[in-house]
């Protein structure tokens, strides 16, 4: 069985940063890659970026490009999300998810985190 724990997340003025990590314990080996999902309140998950554990191919979400980047320590089984120039539409519940390529949902179904909250107060 595979745990994701989700930790970083908090309450930030827009314009500041936030790192969200995202500890992987298991049979993490199962998956290729780990992606971020949000939700904000009424709306549905969508996408934000994705890492592949053996070449490091990252892809992200148009709305995020330039501001947030996904990196991975495969010695620590820990991806993390550097959030900046955060604004308050980015206010969602962030998950972690393990999958096939985590472009999509779909591709990111084999494990999810418990999701942590990211508050961009305006």
């Known amino acids: 069985q595979v745990q994701l724990v989700e930790s970083g997340g908090g309450l930030v003025q827009a314009g500041g940063s936030l790192r969200l990590s995202c500890a992987a314990s298991g049979r993490t080996f199962s998956s290729s890659a780990m992606g971020w999902f949000r939700q904000a309140p009424g709306k549905g998950r969508e996408f934000v970026a994705a890492i592949r554990w053996d070449n490091g191919y990252t892809y992200y979400a148009d709305f995020v490009k330039g501001r947030f980047s996904i990196s991975r320590d495969n010695g620590r089984n820990t991806v993390y999300l550097q959030m900046n120039s955060l604004k308050p539409e980015d206010t969602a519940v962030y998950y972690c998810?393990?999958?096939?390529?985590?472009?999509?949902?779909?591709?990111?179904?084999?494990?999810w985190g418990q999701g942590t909250q990211v508050t961009v107060s305006s």
């Open positions: 998810a393990a999958g096939s390529r985590c472009t999509t949902i779909n591709s990111c179904s084999d494990f």
